[in-house]
């Protein structure tokens, strides 16, 4: 990703209630499948990103909870649910 | 485990709008919502249009107006077609849509979900917030209740009202996750500016608002555009975009890129100058219409709003909000229906496909049943900006050399093949 600071910043706004465990997870052995690449690009908030060794890592902090790479990527690579009750983005606007 | 009447998973509109109707029917309806307050996990472009959905709600006018649980009235309309050289807007004003009883009005989620929680709160409808739905409990195949938050909770009926990705439909086994030519992604940000300079801006008088379609190169031949409208005091500037597009579309780009390019532009960066982003928000939107429904009830089941597949992207409006008011009262109506009878199987329920389908939800996405197959023409999202824009350029340009006529102008930019091309499309167009 290049510059992400923009991105970074406006996140920064957003009310967030910690998760106690990630709601969404890569499962285990599918880090280099296509789908997930999609997902770079798809995901309005930037999670997915390429690492050094060119698996795609997730980073939770920051989730919208939109549904986009739940779409994008499909149940049989992720493991996709909601933020606990109580937990994740609470939407002052929206 | 506990019983009530109905749960209705989501405090989103539809599930508000239920939760209103039960319980002013004196039904005893429970809301589940994961959020920390109704709204907290909904988002809107957005606009909400008054005509489709007074009758549905008719008692909660004029309060809706009065308390505040809508930003501004849209009077002016704008299209823009964006070429990366050029913007072509229209405006439209309407003395009608500028007076009450007003057309439609700007909305921030926040608040309204909030306000009609509590008048459905106030009518007895009860609202359990920050508790999560994570399973559906069955009994010989039909739905008795959920578990939320760890505890059983027993229904005749849960409505499920919980979004686009509706994990009670489909852990029900009505729908299977979706797929990405059917969804767009929608994203925001509220940027926050005085009132009356948002009024200044764009030449709107004390408490209008402006509504203002973006197409064209912003999406770089994505199917999606971008939208603008004027709250209180902020303006909500984002973008769609089919969700199959930002996986396809070469060259590839990161979503939250378009929206910055899309803020930099000449036409919007001078009109949030001094503006301070407040938030940041996503959410999917269903984009496949009619052929997108599903069977919207089955044993002790019902489904309403976008967890129905209820939205409808026309080009001009794009709308979601009042199908989840309508579907939310009209599957409490159902309820009703059925409760008398005492009967809540798919069958006894399925009145609320009949009252759907005599209601302007069915029968809009009916009618409509041709715009996604319309819309899907990247021409639309990339040459016809651009060629507006080429068009009034030469109009407008006046060069060293002496000017042609003004058809003769057009034709250079218009010719045969060109024209043929503009018809063959505005066939697809007659269809909607």
Known sequence: ?94 | MEKFEVIIVGAGLAGLSAAYTLAQNGIEAVVVERGDYPGAKNATGGRLYLNPVKKYLPDLWPALLEEKALERPVAVELLTMIAPETSTTLRFRSGEFATPPYHSFTVLRGVLDRWLAKKAQEKGALLVTKNRVEELIRENGKVIGVVAGGEELGAETVIACDGVLSFVAEKAGGRTPGLPRNYAVGFKEVIELPSRRIEERFALGENEGAANLFLGSLTKGRFGGGFLYTNRSSISLGMVLRIQDLMDVHPLQEAPRFLDDFKARPEIAPLLAGGETVEYSAHVLPEAGFGGLIRPFADGLLVAGDAAGFSLNVGLTVRGMEFAIASGVLAARAFRQAREKRDFSASSLSVYQKFLEESFVWQDLKTFQHAPRFLDNPRLFDHYPQLVGEIFQSLFHIGEDPKQRLFATVKGKVGWGEAWAVLKDLRGGFKI
Request: proline share 6%; hydrophobic share 30%; net charge positive.
């Open chain 1, 1 to 94: 990703m290049s510059d992400n600071s923009n991105l970074k910043t406006k996140l920064g706004k957003n009310v967030f209630k910690p998760v106690k465990e990630p709601h969404i997870r890569i499962r285990p052995g599918l880090e280099k499948d296509p789908r997930l690449q999609a997902a770079i690009y798809a995901c309005p908030a930037g999670l997915y990103t390429l690492n050094s060794q060119g698996t795609v890592q997730l980073e939770i902090d920051g989730c919208l909870e939109c549904g986009t790479c739940r779409i994008v990527c499909g149940t049989e690579v992720l493991e996709w649910n909601y933020p606990a009750g109580g937990t994740g983005v609470q939407f002052r606007f929206g």
